[in-house]
């Protein structure tokens, strides 16, 4: 969907570095989602984000929605080839009408 | 547990020829949607469900049809196949409406020629 804005498109980390995959959208996100793909694979949940400036982290994962809900980010420290896939940002979209909607997907390489 | 399930796994059509993509899940979530995923697109939702009986079209409705009869099942039809609807097909449910995540299949991979 246009309305939600995934950055980079693509990605190729070295292991062990950092990296960061941002989410943007021109309104208020009610219900932020961050999706993991594995190449030919289907959707693994990652985390839920709903209030302005919450943060959730698991395991080497951190991801975390703006003051004004516009805008969230998901950050992986020391990358692993394990890492590798799609990652979908998806979002209540507006609120209460029962659609989940999702941005277009940042590709993540990492290679040894 | 099974969780979402989604028949057939692999699907090659001709133009113009007919066919339902199944999907059901045992957790008796009442929302159910379709998505479908073409590459630099991300997932674009086809057709959602509130519950049996009630289905609703999403962004990409056009050129396939829902119905929702049970709680567990929520079939796809293409009525008369294009090629513009090759894709990679997801269903998904999720127990309530807005913030709870949604539960994926592992997708159909439909091609048509």
């Known amino acids: 969907s246009q309305e939600l804005e995934q950055s980079p498109q693509s990605l190729i980390v070295q292991e062990g570095k950092n990296l960061t995959i941002n989410c943007t959208s021109s309104?208020?996100?009610?219900?932020l989602y961050w999706y993991k793909q594995k190449y030919g694979e289907g959707l693994i949940f990652l985390m839920m984000?709903?209030?302005?400036?919450e943060e959730k982290s698991h395991e080497k994962i951190t991801a975390k929605l703006d003051e004004k809900k516009q805008q969230s980010s998901l950050h992986i420290t020391a990358s692993q080839p394990s890492h590798a896939g799609i990652y979908l940002c998806?979002?209540?979209?507006?609120?209460?009408?029962?659609?989940?909607?999702f941005g277009t997907g940042t590709r993540l390489q990492v290679f040894p | 547990n099974a969780g979402v399930t989604q028949t057939p796994k692999f699907q090659v059509l001709k133009t113009g020829q007919s066919m339902t993509l199944q999907c059901a899940q045992d957790?008796?979530?009442?929302?159910m949607s379709w998505y479908r995923q073409d590459p630099g697109m991300g997932l674009r939702l086809i057709h959602y469900?509130?519950?049996?009986?009630?289905?609703d079209q999403g962004e990409v409705p056009n050129g396939y049809n829902v119905s929702r009869s049970t709680t567990e099942d929520f079939p796809l039809r293409l009525l008369s196949a294009a090629p513009s609807q090759t894709s990679v097909y997801f269903c998904?449910?999720?127990?309530?409406?807005?913030?709870?995540?949604?539960?994926f299949g592992d997708g159909t991979r439909l091609s048509i020629l």
């Open positions: 998904a449910s999720r127990q309530g409406p807005s913030n709870q995540p949604q539960h």
């Open positions: 309104k208020t996100l009610y219900g």
């Open positions: 984000l709903q209030k302005g400036g």
């Open positions: 998806g979002a209540d979209w507006p609120l209460n009408t029962d659609k989940l909607i």
């Open positions: 957790m008796n979530h009442e929302y």
């Open positions: 469900s509130v519950g049996a009986g009630i289905t």
